[in-house]
């Protein structure tokens, strides 16, 4: 009798057959989310390969996709851990440490002498991308490396940066910083493994020590050469730390192993446990089901398992058009107003990828927007918002007010008024349309910012930081990969009457999962309707951390570019009421706009003192005279990241210079320092440092705080004391 | 080796019955002398707020204040460098964080530590005593050294490998008669030839210690509150548990704020003088809501947490306290002694006119992008609304505030 063992997983299907415990057969594919297809594939090969007999022998499935494929080929399922460990105990008696590293998930597993035998601790993590296959493979390709080259890479001897142990999406853009500056790439692949094991590290040992001898498993700890380095060098790290000893039996270079038939520990150990099992558990009836469920089966799932669609019926959509779908962003009275030489006010919102002007008439009436991709460079930005301005014909600018990014950097240089920060520039735009707002909620393309507003005041705010989940971004890449415009988007949405339910969470994942319900059979609309339906769980919940809405308020108001898609509008209407029934929600008029109106508004504000604008003038903002320098002395030195800045120098009458910088600049001239990736580069080095920390402790010291006081003496021997 | 049973349900082993790894050595038969032992304290949850209570304690019993190391602030790299893996189950940043802290007290070779002392806390001297129903820890925190001690004995004993021991006295600070006898059962075998009447002089000698300290910040906090009055200035009150102080737990948001030139008081060390009570409560006493200035019954009836107590009443001080033109609630990442409190405080606080802003969920890192624009925004407002917010909260006030009094 053969017994087979079947690993069904998130990117591979693994399988071993096995009579008495030996190995007869055994392989494993990628499965490009086609698990069912590749499985029935396998099946059919191990029948004519492997000798598998239907009626005869037995079959074990493990893995994350055996749940449904178990059944339709009468075998037993077995948990992986379970599964893992059944393998590991046989085989490897002296082991005290796995680490199993899959495509989706990892896990940990500590096998310590107890009563019985060996107890076991187990631990898993699948819900993100932080620490996974997925992890590396993701960076690797948009690097364009190769796997085959990937495998080969190393980590002994190379320099380590840092990249963002704990997303995926993040590490990508950290791996991509880190290129772009000249970084080679085999560094950034070492400093990926870094991130793995660390990751894996500091989730998943939770007060156990990886203790000798340790088992690597899984494709990535098989493949990649440098990540069995990494794990190398920090468990003898660890071990030299914690005064482990190697037991004297094992040689040095076994204290670490990574079998080669790592992959196959799963299906080995479902052969074990079979092995255990009564007879007539798990036996092979052949691939009829499975054929059926391939071809017919699946198909008649996916229409039972759909959740609804975004909309109900007809009147469901009816009325929501009636409510939202009017014209969302009256376009301004573009082109040159009436009264031109009359008085404007300006607000300009430079952000990281765009900047964005509107201009105002005094009585808070939206005269024109501008919009400008941003090329890097501040004062380039600046300079095209103010031509396109003037192009416009406004003469005369009454108040000028900055937002966003570049709001600091530019203000001196182009003559501002006021400087304001984002929330408040969001805060002002909203109440200024909806005086009774309790709740902004704004969604870009990369990140998502929500607002809570009290006494007309922004009293909390949450920006996702840690984890890229619920952002724009995906809604766009997705439209594109089915070749429907963005504008279009809803309308295809609104098509669909059942879609596929999207995991909330991970937008790693949610990419592979996308791939997955397509396999399925889902369509393009549908899943573009997922999409938008699962996104107000992301923002609400997974990115901004806020349960209870009803604790927010009551009105909520959306904005930023992606709720200029209606199927996003409708999903966060019904999230909303489905939360807050007595909710009114509405959309910005000016959704993408939003932070410029509110410097604008501000702006107005400004004025209402009586003093004069500031404002350079579009003569002297045209021809702003500037160098740039880019070498070793620009290079920030704050973390190992080493962001290759831009320093630009602008000629200005009143400017200070620095005398004291490695570049050094004369007076008459101001600084501006671009191409950092963090608030950190703004400060040029330790010098700039000094300079405004020594202003910094002029005003603690006028402005006691009793913290301070604790810090400083409460743990310390009173003076009189001592 | 029994075969695996294939159950799909996996047992998980707490680890009992575990054999050591290796034979602990002995710990010392003898404590040094006190002149000589060196005693380690992580600076960790209620240490923030009865630090001088342990040095005036130490120092009665002869051990000198050179010889008493606290762990240094917590930080996301000491928790990498001292606490690795050894983490507990436990959503409580302010909890897990402390695995680094006596990592470190361990590892510290300079100044070797001979005894590990963490005191489990379960009772405060808080300023409200006697005003409140009890001055309880919170359980988590209160069973916080054990938790984490967990982590250093599962697999071998970290601290007779080190030479350490360890001692985590319950102690109720609250009930300033059990205090001596507790801590003599926790520390004879710690500390050569104690005596419980040394103890008892000791216990007297920590809380004068820690009474001169906040004394002192509560003089400070009158003093700031005077010279915003005689400058019509705002300050900013910060409501938070004592620990937010330490910079990797709070991630000083406040010293943020107060770089924009606003003075920063804290909740813990508001003054209680009897004049500035009497103005601020006396109406509430009239009208029967109150029996004194440190009542907070009208708002928190089951007044049984110190630290929440005092959060409480700190808002109700803000609300009332003109210049406070801005409060500051901080609060850790699923804190479940502060969740029922946040719509109380932010009621309090809002309904006098005074901002209201909160950082919930803090934790291990400091989100510096989303806290600069936070800050930013705070300061925005502050300077929008202060001078407003001030005339609005003296008009509504009493006559006659002893603050702007004494002017004079």
Redesign the interface.
């Known amino acids: 009798m053969l017994i087979a063992g079947l690993d069904v997983g998130s990117t591979t299907v693994k399988a071993t057959v096995a009579r008495d415990g030996a190995v007869q057969w055994q392989d494993y594919q990628r499965h490009h989310t086609k698990q069912a297809e590749m499985v029935l594939a396998f099946l059919q090969r191990m029948q004519a390969e492997g000798g598998l007999t239907p009626g005869r022998d037995r079959i074990l499935l493990t893995g994350s996709g055996s749940g449904f494929i178990a059944p339709l080929v009468g075998g037993?399922?077995?948990?992986e851990?379970?599964a893992v460990?059944?393998a590991v105990?046989k085989l490897h008696?002296q082991v005290n440490f796995v680490s199993e590293i899959g495509g989706e998930d990892m896990k940990t597993l500590f096998f310590?002498?107890?009563?019985?035998?060996?107890?076991?601790?187990?631990y898993m993590q699948s819900a993100c991308s932080g620490g996974t296959g997925t992890f590396v493979e993701k960076t690797a390709r948009k690097l364009q490396i190769q796997t085959e080259r990937l495998a080969q890479m190393r980590y002994a001897g190379m320099t380590l940066h840092k990249i963002s142990s704990k997303c995926g999406i993040f590490a990508e853009s950290d791996a991509n910083t880190l290129v772009k500056s000249g970084v080679p790439v085999e560094e950034v692949i070492a400093s990926l493994y870094e991130a793995v094991v660390y990751q894996n590290?500091?989730t998943l040992?939770?007060?156990?020590?990886?203790?000798p001898q340790v088992l690597l498993l899984g494709g990535p700890n098989l493949f990649f050469k440098g990540l069995q380095e990494a794990w190398q060098h920090h468990l003898t790290k660890?071990w030299a730390e914690r005064?482990i000893a190697a037991p004297a039996s094992l040689p040095p270079e076994s204290l670490i192993l990574v079998p080669d038939e790592a992959l196959y520990y799963a299906c080995l150990?479902c052969i074990?446990?079979?092995s255990?099992?009564a007879p007539g558990v798990g036996v092979y009836p052949g691939t009829e089901k499975l054929k059926w469920w391939i071809e017919q089966g699946q198909w008649e799932q996916k229409a039972k398992e759909g959740a609804k669609g975004l909309i109900r019926n007809e009147t469901d959509l009816c009325e929501f058009v009636k409510a939202y779908g009017t014209d969302q962003c009256p376009a301004p009275r573009q082109g040159p107003n009436p009264a031109r030489e009359a008085p404007v006010l300006v607000g300009c919102d430079f952000g990281s990828t765009t900047a964005k002007a509107v201009v105002m008439c005094g009585e808070g009436e939206l005269l024109s927007s501008i919009y400008v991709p941003s090329n890097g460079n501040p004062i380039e930005d600046a300079k095209a918002l103010f031509r396109s301005i003037r192009e416009r014909g406004y003469q005369r600018i009454a108040g000028l007010a900055l937002t966003g990014y570049g709001k600091d950097l530019l203000r001196d240089i182009i003559g501002a008024d006021v400087a304001?920060?984002?929330?408040?520039a969001h805060a002002t735009a909203a109440l200024h349309y909806y005086p009774d707002a309790d709740v902004i909620c704004d969604v870009g393309g990369c990140d998502v910012k929500i607002m809570i507003l009290?006494?007309g005041?922004?009293?909390?705010?949450?920006?996702n930081?840690?984890c890229s989940s619920g952002n724009g971004a995906f809604l766009q890449g997705v439209a594109e990969r089915y070749s429907v415009p963005l504008e279009q988007y809803a309308e295809h949405a609104f098509q669909a009457r059942a879609i596929p339910s999207l995991a909330m969470g991970c937008g790693v994942f949610l990419q592979s999962d996308i791939v997955n319900q397509q396999r399925k059979g889902w369509s393009a609309d549908e899943i573009m309707a997922s999409l938008a339906a699962v996104l107000p769980l992301n923002v609400w919940v997974y990115a901004g951390?806020l349960q209870n809405l009803a604790?927010a308020g009551r009105k909520f108001v959306l904005q930023g570019g992606t709720h200029r898609n209606l199927a996003v509008v409708k999903a966060q209407v019904d999230f909303i009421r489905e939360k807050v029934p007595d909710a009114e929600i509405v959309v910005h008029p000016y959704s993408g706009e939003a932070g410029a109106i509110g410097a604008a508004l501000c702006a107005a504000d400004w004025l209402k003192q009586g003093a004069a604008s500031r404002f350079r003038g579009f003569e002297t903002i045209e021809s702003l005279a500037y160098t740039s320098t880019t070498n070793e002395h620009t290079t920030c030195k704050w973390c190992p990241v080493n962001c290759k800045r831009t320093f630009i120098d602008v000629r200005l009458a009143e400017g200070r210079g620095r005398a004291w910088s490695k570049v050094p600049l004369a007076t008459g001239w101001e600084r501006v320092i671009s191409g950092n990736s963090?608030?950190k580069g703004l400060l040029e080095d330790v010098n700039e440092m000094k300079v405004v920390k020594a202003k910094?402790e002029e005003?603690?010291d006028?402005?006691?705080?009793?913290?301070?006081?604790?810090?400083e003496?409460?743990?310390?021997?009173?003076k009189a004391?001592? | 080796m029994k075969a695996p049973s294939g159950s799909l349900r996996l047992r998980f082993s707490p680890g009992r019955g575990k054999a050591p790894e290796t034979i602990a050595p002995e710990p010392p038969a003898t404590a040094k002398p006190r002149g000589e032992l060196r005693v380690g304290i992580p600076r960790v949850l209620n240490l923030w707020s009865t630090h001088q209570f342990w040095i005036g304690f130490l120092n009665a019993l002869g051990i000198d204040g050179r010889h008493i190391e606290f762990s240094s602030d917590t930080s996301e790299e000491q928790a990498r460098e001292f606490g690795k893996g050894r983490g507990t189950v436990d959503c409580c940043y302010p909890v897990k964080c402390i695995s680094g802290h006596f990592g470190e007290l361990i590892a510290n070779r300079k100044r070797k530590i001979d005894l590990l002392f963490s005191p489990m806390v379960y009772s405060l001297p808080s300023y409200l005593n006697g005003h409140v129903a009890a001055s309880l820890t919170c359980p988590r925190v209160m069973a916080a050294p054990e938790n984490i001690k967990a982590g250093f004995l599962k697999e071998k004993d970290v601290f007779a490998e080190h030479g350490i021991r360890y001692a985590a006295p319950l102690v109720s600070l609250a009930d300033a008669p059990l205090v001596p006898k507790q801590l003599y059962e926790g520390l004879k075998d710690a500390i050569a030839g104690l005596t419980l009447g040394e103890t008892k002089q000791a216990t007297r000698a920590g809380f004068d210690a820690l009474e001169v300290f906040n004394r002192a910040a509560r003089a400070k906090s009158r003093a700031i509150l005077e010279q915003c009055a005689r400058e019509g200035r705002p300050a900013l009150l910060v409501v938070a548990r004592p620990y937010h102080m330490d910079p990797g737990i709070g991630h000083e948001i406040e010293t943020d704020l107060q770089a924009y030139g606003y003075p920063v008081l804290w909740a813990q060390y508001l003054p209680t003088d009897g004049d500035l009570l009497e103005w601020m409560f006396r109406p509430d006493i009239e009208a029967g809501h109150i029996r004194s200035g440190l009542d907070i019954a009208d708002v928190w009836p089951s007044s049984y947490s110190a630290n929440t107590n005092e959060i409480l009443w700190g808002a109700k001080f803000a609300a009332r306290m003109p210049w406070i033109a801005c409060v500051v609630r901080l609060s850790s990442y699923e804190c479940g002694m502060d969740q029922p409190t946040y719509s109380p405080v932010q009621q309090i606080v809002e309904r006098s006119g005074t901002l209201f802003f909160s950082f919930q969920d803090l934790d291990s890192t400091k989100p510096a992008g989303s806290v600069k624009i936070r800050v930013e925004t705070i300061a925005h407002y502050l300077q929008k609304y202060a001078a407003e917010i001030i005339a609005k909260k003296v008009a509504a006030g009493p006559e006659g505030c002893p603050l702007a009094a004494r002017r004079e």
Do not use: M, W
């Not at chain 1, 037993?76 to 948990?79: A, G, H, W």
């Not at chain 1, 005041?457 to 920006?463: K, N």
């Not at chain 1, 003496?713 to 009173?718: G, I, T, V």
């Open positions: 037993k399922f077995v948990q851990v379970v460990a059944a105990e008696p310590a002498p107890g009563g019985d035998g060996k107890s076991k601790q187990v590290l500091a040992t939770k007060g156990n020590t990886p203790k660890l005064r150990g074990e446990i079979g255990g099992e304001i920060v984002e929330t408040v009290r006494q005041t922004v009293s909390d705010f949450r920006l930081s840690q951390q604790a963090c608030p910094l005003v603690k006028a402005h006691p705080n009793i913290a301070e006081l604790v810090r003496s409460a743990f310390r021997q009173p004391a001592v």
